[in-house]
């Protein structure tokens, strides 16, 4: 480990700015290894809060910094975001590179080139404002690199250790399968990137991916941030699929529900899912009081 230090410290000297065979904008970037020297870093910034990667026929190395020029999301004391958080999510074909996560000069092995290379999955690294990280992409050795592209599709976010803010928290929140309480509730149908009220049709298990998606028929879509639910035929209703951990055990259940959550990576995951009924209670008490923090037309 101390041997690849160095070899990134000497990386880091040979730093060149993307060369003009190489076309970029502020969220994306595609390029060629076969305009890089085997020995040199492309240094990579990203300046939104998602888009893609695509390295074709990976050679040398990639430096990649994240630095959305919108909000991450406030921290309890409301001054910016107590901990960044980038997910990534591989190409089906991903080949060709592994990932390390460098922070203040030291790198950390994220993903090989094998856990790269499996059915795609979302891997996500976070660390804290004040740190100099970065994602560090290297080649890795290949006779022929023809047949290879490491890409990626990537979404940046700020506290995504705090419940209300965190579309998918399989990586290290504890607690995430607990009901969401009033408090927690009112928040996230002001916030969330889709409210809707239906009820499960079915659910199913994906053990691999330990994720569960739960089949929704909407009675009513108060808010979608994309087209989530899709209307199914000449009927006023709607359905669509939302994700939630395997380990929350998700089952089908009578009863409508007001599913709130995010969109991640095109899917949308649950954050909040209480009974309609129990919804009504706490925005009408929280009415009463003058204490909604958005108002909602119910139904």
Not at 48 to 60: A, K, M
Not at 277 to 295: L, M
């Amino acid at each position: 480990m101390k041997m690849l230090w160095v070899a990134f410290l000497l990386y880091l000297g040979m730093l060149q700015p993307a060369l003009g065979s190489y076309s970029t904008d502020l969220c994306s970037w595609r390029g060629s290894g076969l305009s890089q020297e085997p020995s040199s870093v492309e240094q990579i910034s990203l300046h939104c809060g998602e888009g893609s990667l695509e390295w074709l026929y990976p050679s040398g190395a990639l430096h990649i910094t994240f630095s959305p020029r919108t909000p991450l999301g406030m921290s309890s004391s409301g001054t910016g975001p107590s901990r960044v958080t980038v997910c990534i999510k591989p190409s089906s074909s991903f080949r060709g590179a592994q990932a390390y996560l460098e922070r203040d000069g030291l790198l950390e092995l994220l993903l090989s080139e094998a856990d790269l290379a499996l059915r795609p999955r979302v891997h996500c690294f976070s660390w804290l404002p004040r740190d100099k990280a970065a994602l560090f992409l290297q080649a890795t050795p290949h006779q022929d690199i023809s047949r290879r592209i490491a890409a990626f599709r990537y979404e940046v976010r700020g506290d995504w250790n705090s419940r209300l803010t965190l579309p998918l928290n399989k990586f290290s929140v504890e607690g995430v399968c607990r009901p969401c309480n009033d408090t927690e509730i009112l928040m996230a149908v002001c916030t969330s990137d889709f409210v809707i009220r239906g009820n499960i049709r079915t659910v199913s298990n994906d053990v691999e991916l330990q994720e569960s998606v739960i089949s929704v028929s909407a009675i009513k879509i108060h808010r979608q941030k994309f087209t989530l639910f899709q209307p199914v035929g000449n009927s006023l209703r709607s359905t669509g699929s939302i994700r939630t951990l395997l380990r929350c055990g998700v089952k089908p259940g009578p009863g409508s529900f007001l599913f709130m959550g995010w969109v991640h990576f095109g899917e949308a995951w649950l954050g909040c899912a209480p009974r309609h009924k129990d919804f009504r209670r706490v925005y009408e008490a929280a009415q009463q009081a003058h204490e909604n923090p958005c108002e909602v037309v119910l139904d």
